[in-house]
């Protein structure tokens, strides 16, 4: 039910490859895309707001879930990235359960790892995580679920491909679907374009044509879209999702969509058939990082050691080729205090 998806003048074609290609010249001076980087943005949010409490409640309903079996690993084994995460938010990792679980609409597993002290269950967790739509969560190596906020307002974070929440969040769709989008912008968009002159690891939300569709628009899709480019790409990415999804589209949560809906439609064109491929099955997996025997984590009496390096792990089975380096942005996001 792509029902809002709009006419734009924006991209013209559904194929990341020939969007890419029509739309960035081979050299772009260096300050068309570095002008704006991280700045808060100018651009107010849409008013009324969209309703996040409400799209979390449709989301759960909006996507589909999926049957489940897990493997548990055996006690002493924690993949690198989980051990880098823990240690980022003052944890053990010989505190952490970790179970590879496999989805019916995929042979590769998931890796997640959830603090013993976690607010979500592991049923939550595996529940929730198969509503993400296949052809976004292909794109996570790991997932990890902490125990309570390790600094103030932090709810969760993306690291390359590894995606970490903290107490309550893991909950939220709204929120996991914003948290996939950049997955999205840093590691599967930003592959592409280096191949058009990007300097490596460039976001596609710093891209000319993302400062081009939200040119188009008088506003930006949310309060916390106004943080920076990367921000506003995750929040459009977070709507676009339920303008595909959601009977009626965007109209039906605020009549001032229509003031962000340039960056809603330039998110779709890209990734909506990514995101939703045909069939419905996993395309690729992004894989796990490798295991970590505890006993070794914790001879090494320096913890730094396993503070993280940028983890992702990417390299795909098929459709798009991810970067060969990890990207080592993290993106922090904060929930409004
Ligand atoms: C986890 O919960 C146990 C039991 O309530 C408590 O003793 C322990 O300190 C908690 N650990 C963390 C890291 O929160």
New binding site residues.
């Given amino acids: 039910m792509r029902s809002s998806l709009l006419t734009t003048a924006l991209l013209l074609s559904a194929s990341l490859s020939s969007v890419i290609a029509l739309s960035v010249p081979r050299n772009l001076p260096t300050a068309f895309w570095e002008r704006r980087h991280d700045k808060a943005l100018e651009k107010r949010a849409i008013s009324p707001p969209f309703p996040e409490d409400a799209q979390d409640k449709d989301l759960q309903q909006e996507l589909k879930s999926q049957d489940a079996t897990f493997n548990e690993w055996e006690p002493g084994w924690v993949p690198r990235a989980c051990v880098e995460e823990a240690t980022n938010g003052k ?2 990792a010989s ?1 952490l359960e970790v179970r590879d679980v496999f989805y019916d609409d995929c042979e590769a597993a998931w890796t997640v790892c959830r ?3 976690a607010t979500e269950s592991w049923e939550t967790i595996i529940l929730t995580l198969s509503q993400v739509p296949v052809g976004m969560r292909q794109y996570a190596s790991n997932i990890v679920i902490l ?2 906020f390790g600094e103030p307002g932090v709810a969760a974070y993306a690291r390359g491909s590894v995606l970490t929440f903290y107490p309550t969040v893991f909950t939220s769709l709204g929120v996991i679907m914003h948290e996939f989008s950049h997955i999205l912008d840093m590691v599967v968009l930003a592959g592409p374009m280096q191949a058009y002159g990007y300097p490596a690891d460039t976001p596609f939300s710093h891209s000319h044509m993302w400062a081009e569709a939200y040119n188009s628009d008088s506003r930006v899709p949310s309060e916390y879209a106004r943080t920076n480019l990367l921000e506003d790409f995750a929040d459009a990415g977070r709507w676009a999702v339920s303008d595909v999804v959601h009977p009626g589209g965007l109209a039906k949560y605020s009549r001032d969509w229509i003031h962000c809906r340039s960056q809603i439609a330039a998110y779709e064109t890209l990734l909506a058939d990514i995101i939703f491929p045909k069939g419905n099955v996993c395309t690729a997996k992004a894989p796990s990082s490798e295991p970590m025997s505890i006993g070794e984590i914790e001879e090494t009496e320096n913890a730094k050691l396993y503070q993280p390096k940028g983890t992702l792990e990417g390299t795909m089975l098929s459709a798009i080729v991810l970067p060969p380096k990890a990207s080592e942005r993290l993106i922090v996001c904060r929930v409004p205090i």
């Fill in positions: 944890f053990s505190e603090h013993r002290n125990a309570e």
